[in-house]
T-cell receptor, first 114, second 110 residues
Framework: DTGVSQDPRHKITKRGQNVTFRCDPI?????LYWYRQTLGQGPEFLTY????????KSRLLSDRFSAERPKGSFSTLEIQRTEQGDSAMYLC????????????FGPGTRLTVT | TQLLEQSPQFLSIQEGENLTVYCNSS?????LQWYRQEPGEGPVLLVT?????EVKKLKRLTFQFGDARKDSSLHITAAQPGDTGLYLC??????????FGTGTSLTVIP
């Protein structure tokens, strides 16, 4: 399978714990995006990488959130001191540069904070 | 404030009927994408439109980008149960950040 993969698919954690999610984009895609989606809503942009550089961050991304893409391949999204409001589906997408930036999404990581 | 508004929010129709979903904004987009998402999965790209007034057809689905590149529509002919899902539009202004619409949840009843 050469699509975008995310790990884990589901994560249940207690409030106050830290969690980390991984995204592996399509191999030739140098752009990588993170989104958050709550039930009944469209995805909300969190951050964007071009290669290893984080070029854009949403105001939604509080200080408790950090994302990295150290070698320009896979990316991690860490949430520190989780809160119940962090419960959501976290989606990763990748795209090629130029053109219409068509995004290909992974299956998402469903986070539940209890 | 949602940059892209979709209507209707929910739609339940009988198999074989036609439907149109709208995606509207006051902002101009350089391109607009339509996705379909099933429960527990990520969105799947259906089409990208980039030119004002552009019309693209994908089997029974017809997508149109508004002349001013502020709005788009998705028309489905003879809907089938397999069309059931959440339809999302997403607009790109810079290539760095995509704005998703509020979504239209479609149910096609056999």
């Amino acid at each position: 399978d050469t699509g975008v993969s995310q790990d884990p698919r589901h994560k249940i954690t207690k409030r106050g714990q830290n969690v980390t999610f991984r995204c592996d984009p399509i191999s030739e895609h140098n752009r990588l995006y993170w989104y958050r989606q709550t039930l009944g809503q469209g995805p909300e942009f969190l951050t964007y990488f071009q290669n290893e550089a984080q070029l854009e961050k949403s105001r939604l991304l509080s200080d408790r959130f950090s994302a990295e893409r150290p070698k320009g391949s896979f990316s991690t999204l860490e949430i520190q001191r989780t809160e119940q409001g962090d419960s959501a589906m976290y989606l990763c997408a990748s795209s090629l540069p130029g053109g219409s930036y068509e995004q290909y999404f992974g299956p998402g990581t469903r986070l539940t904070v209890t | 404030t949602q940059l892209l508004e979709q209507s209707p929010q929910f739609l339940s129709i009988q198999e074989g009927e036609n439907l149109t979903v709208y995606c509207n904004s006051s902002s101009v987009f350089s391109s607009l994408q339509w996705y379909r998402q099933e429960p527990g999965e990520g969105p799947v790209l259906l089409v990208t439109v980039v030119t004002g007034g552009e019309v693209k057809k994908l089997k029974r689905l017809t997508f149109q980008f508004g002349d001013a590149r502020k709005d788009s529509s998705l028309h489905i002919t003879a809907a089938q149960p397999g069309d059931t899902g959440l339809y999302l539009c997403a607009g790109d202004r810079t290539g760095n950040q995509f704005y998703f619409g509020t979504g239209t949840s479609l149910t096609v009843i056999p």
